[in-house]
T-cell receptor
Framework: AQTVTQSQPEMSVQEAETVTLSCTYD???????LFWYKQPPSRQMILVIR??????QNATENRFSVNFQKAAKSFSLKISDSQLGDAAMYFC?????????????FGKGTRLSVIA | GAGVSQSPSNKVTEKGKDVELRCDPI?????LYWYRQRLGQGLEFLIY????????KSGLPSDRFSAERTGESVSTLTIQRTQQEDSAVYLC?????????????FGEGSWLTVV
């Protein structure tokens, strides 16, 4: 079974600074997707960034980037120039690559606080 | 609609009562998922619908939980004889079919409190 582990229950960062959230996963598959979702107090899960495991290049979306280490099964999220609006729960998620849709497997989340 | 819509937003029920939670997916999305999120925890997969295929019920925690979906539209998650341990946010999500790379869109969830 696939598992996703987020070892940091809580993190904090000063506004405008950079923070890295950790995620490791366990799978026997070679092709899969990895995601980071943000969940603000409104509860709605918002996709932050996505990485295809068959791509070596790390995904980036504006201030958000990932460090994907396939051999180490590590998928960390870096948030640059942190803003107050970045404060939220962040979930790392995994999904098998196949011809149909499969459910996401989530980690337990990291609560990020941004200090003004 | 523009996004995944869930109702009710909040529900308080007495232990032993049945509850129904509703999800309206994004129009055209054939895949629909239900997740449970207990306080301070991650998301637990409950059930998944894909078009007219038999649903994947592998995540349902007990036979008190069931879900239905009408065609490729509305889904209802039913919890019978609710227990305090059922208190959680129930999140619904939907996506287009065809490939597992499709983005999954979430609703804002239904917050269930069993007293």
């Amino acid at each position: 079974a696939q598992t996703v582990t987020q070892s940091q229950p809580e993190m904090s960062v000063q506004e405008a600074e950079t923070v890295t959230l950790s995620c490791t996963y366990d799978t026997s598959e070679s092709d899969y997707y990895l995601f980071w979702y943000k969940q603000p107090p409104s509860r709605q899960m918002i996709l932050v960034i996505r990485q295809e495991a068959y791509k070596q290049q790390n995904a980036t979306e504006n201030r958000f980037s990932v460090n994907f280490q396939k051999a180490a099964k590590s998928f960390s999220l870096k948030i640059s120039d942190s803003q107050l609006g970045d404060a939220a729960m962040y979930f790392c998620a995994y999904r098998i690559l196949n011809s149909g849709n499969t459910p996401l497997v989530f980690g337990k989340g990291t609560r990020l606080s941004v200090i003004a | 609609g523009a996004g995944v819509s869930q109702s009710p937003s909040n529900k308080v029920t007495e232990k032993g009562k049945d509850v129904e939670l509703r999800c309206d997916p994004i129009s055209g999305h054939t895949a629909l998922y239900w997740y449970r999120q207990r306080l301070g925890q991650g998301l637990e997969f409950l059930i998944y619908f894909q078009g007219n295929s038999a649903p994947d019920k592998s995540g349902l925690p007990s036979d008190r939980f069931s879900a239905e979906r009408t065609g490729e539209s509305v889904s209802t998650l039913t919890i019978q004889r609710t227990q305090q341990e059922d208190s959680a946010v129930y999140l619904c999500a939907s996506s287009l079919a065809s490939a597992s790379g499709n983005t999954i869109y979430f609703g804002e969830g239904s917050w269930l409190t069993v007293v």
